[in-house]
C-alpha cells in the first residue's frame, strides 16, 4: 500500500466564485476535503488542511513549514507527498522543496485556474493526476514535480505563463518532463542532477529589480542606502544592463551584497557575452553572479537558501550558477 500524504494550502482550489459578484474568494470548508475521487489501487491519503491561504499571502517561512512537515512524514513511512497551492506564488514553493529536500520523496504540488463551482473548474481533475503521478513508481528521484492541465512538469524549470488560462504552467525551452494520460503516467526527460541544501530558517530581504530601456542607478542608490541581503536583476537580453547602473551597483558590491542575475527573456538562459560598457562580461567581472535557466523569482528563492545556509562566496557562487 502506498501512503500518500496531502496538504492543501488553500488557493482557487480551494475558493468559490460568488455567483452575484463573480468575485473569488476562500471557501469556509476546504471543497477538496470532501471531495469524492478515484484513487489508484493501493493507494492511501492521509490528508491535512496546512494552511488555507490565497496564494500571494504564501511567505517562505510557510514553505520552510511544509518542507519540515514533509520530513516528518518521510520519517514516519509516508511513501510520497502531494501539495495543493494556489498558482500566483506555486512555482516558488515548489523551486524552494525541490532545491532544499529534492529527492526525499516523490512531491508533486498541483492547484487550479478555476475555483470549485466555476464551469469548467480543473481543480479535482488537477488533484486526482497529481495523485496518479506521485504514487507511480517512474516519480521517485525525479525532484519535486508540478502537475496541471495533464503535463508534468519539473518545479526546477516551469512558470506561470498566463493569467486566467487553465493551460497556464509551462516550461520555457525544455518543455513539460512527462505527461498524463488516461491510463498511464509518461515521463520523457531525465533532468541533470542538482544541489540541494536544507535550512532550517528563511531570513533575508532580497529584492527583484527588472531592468529596462533607458535604466538609471537612482534605484540601486536606494538599494544601497538600505538594509538588503541580496539582489536579484532581471537584465537585458543575453544578461546586460545600461551603464548608469553600473556605479550603484559597484557600491552594493563593496558592500558584499550578492547580486545574482537572470535574464528578463522568457526563452535562454544569461550568459556573458557582451564585452561593452555594461555587457554582461564587465558585470561578471565585477561580480555579479549569472545564474542560468530559472527565472527571477526563482533565483531569490535561491539565493535565500543560499544565505540561510551560510555558504561562503566560493560555494554561494558555485550553487546560483550551477
Known sequence: MTRILVLHTGGTIAMKENTLTGGVSPDVVNPLMDAEITLPQE????VEDIFNLPSPHIQPIHMLKLKERIQVAKLSGIDAVVITHGTD????????????????LPIVVTGAMRSS???????????????RVAAAPEAADKGVLVVMNDEIHSARYVTKTHTTNVATFRTPTLGPVGLVTK??????????????????AVDGIIPIVKAYA????????????????????????????????????????????????????????AEPVYDYEGGGK??????IIFCSGIN?????????????RHLPQEALIDFMSE
Not at 464551469?119 to 495523485?131: K, M, P, Q, R, T
Not at 564587465?282 to 561580480?287: A, D, I, R, V
Request: proline share 4%; aromatic share 6%.
Open 183 to 200: 491510463n498511464r503516467i509518461i515521463f520523457l526527460q531525465e533532468l541533470l542532477p542538482s544541489t540541494h541544501w536544507d535550512v532550517d
Open 296 to 308: 527571477s523569482q526563482k533565483a531569490r528563492i535561491k539565493l535565500l537558501i543560499a544565505q540561510n
Open 89 to 104: 506564488t506555486l512555482e516558488e514553493t515548489a523551486f524552494f522543496l525541490d532545491t532544499t529536500i529534492g529527492n526525499l
Open 117 to 131: 463551482n466555476e464551469v469548467g473548474s480543473d481543480g479535482l481533475y488537477n488533484f486526482e493526476s497529481a495523485i
Open 282 to 287: 564587465e558585470l561578471q567581472e565585477l561580480g
Open 43 to 46: 493507494v492511501s491519503l492521509i
Open 214 to 269: 533607458g535604466m538609471d542607478g537612482e534605484l540601486f542608490e536606494a538599494l544601497a542606502k538600505n538594509k538588503i541581503d541580496g539582489l536579484v536583476i532581471e537584465a537585458l537580453g543575453a544578461g546586460n544592463l545600461p551603464p548608469q547602473t553600473l556605479s550603484p551597483l559597484k557600491k552594493l558590491l563593496h558592500k558584499n551584497i550578492p547580486i545574482v542575475l537572470v535574464s528578463r527573456c522568457f526563452n535562454g538562459i
